[in-house]
């Protein structure tokens, strides 16, 4: 949810978060700290969906799924928790009411996000075109909507009508022009909160009820700032740091490197499944944890030294 809104609406995801809870503490959504993203099958989808019917914007959709048969069950995810069902509405709130801009914009978004899930898929037709300029080939695609379905709520999603020509095989034409570009390779931009969350959630860093946290932590901490752009940009000291960090390789130890972290979260769900016992994952990571712990405090005079050289040499900082 924070990624998709960090997307759409560029609010963070701690306001995010804030927001979410707020509109469950009224009774308006579920429980939103939660990864599961599959409905049980004894959960009554239909009466959340009767409930919507009652909204002044999107309850002409809920109509629509009842009153024509185009429900859909949700597909089945593979995330659940054993807690708490995905993110749903509970009951309806309309736009009259005295409710802040953003704190709407998350309870529509949640509610259409529900009712898309409950729709049938959308249908389109591609058509790829092949030309041949001697021994050069070019493509070309074309789109045409059949059925918008979804994304007759789904309004986040943009998916439109491409018209091209239409050919025949060995079919021959005059391009209107050809053009040669030349450019060089770009360094990648600075990450977006949604881009953070991305890679966050592939290197298994936090959970969706926890990402937020870690990325308000470094905030605070001037490893990055975020700019006007909400772009976030590292600070010399977060360089200087895993600049640090990265001096302790030669024993083992690579504090920069996500895959402990990634592997602790893996174990937790274990444990969370049944599939590991909880006293032995904690007796592993402690014994792990005291290790790098006694080997860095035994050469804190390493780090302290490196990340003082760098801060008064910035010059010689950089990101790899």
Known sequence: MTKLVSIYFKISSKECMMLAEKLYNKGYISYPRTETNYFPDSM??????????????????????????????PRKGKMNDKAHPPIHPVKNMNKSLKVEEKEWKLYE???????????????????????????EQFFCKGLKIKEKNYLEIYTYEKWNDKIIPSFQVDDEFYPTSLLIEEGITQPPK??????????????????????????ENIQKRNYVIKNSKSLFIPTNLGIALVQSYKKFKDIGIDLTDPSLRAK???????????????NEIIRNYIDIMKYIYQEIYNRIDVLDKNIHYYLNNPDQLSYT
């Open 109 to 135: 978004f949640i509610c259409k996000h529900f009712l898309a899930v409950c729709s049938n898929d959308a249908i389109g037709y591609n058509t790829k075109v092949t030309a041949k300029i001697q021994e």
């Open 264 to 278: 602790m979260e893996k174990d937790m769900s274990l444990v969370a499944s049944g599939v590991k016992q909880k």
């Open 44 to 73: 009554n989808l239909h009466k959340i969906i009767n409930e919507l019917r009652k909204n002044d914007n999107f309850g002409w959709y809920a109509n629509k799924l009842c009153e024509e048969h185009k429900y859909q069950k």
């Open 190 to 215: 600075y990450l977006s909160e949604s881009n953070l969350l991305t890679l966050m959630d592939k290197f298994s860093i936090g959970t969706d009820a926890t990402m937020h946290e870690h990325i």
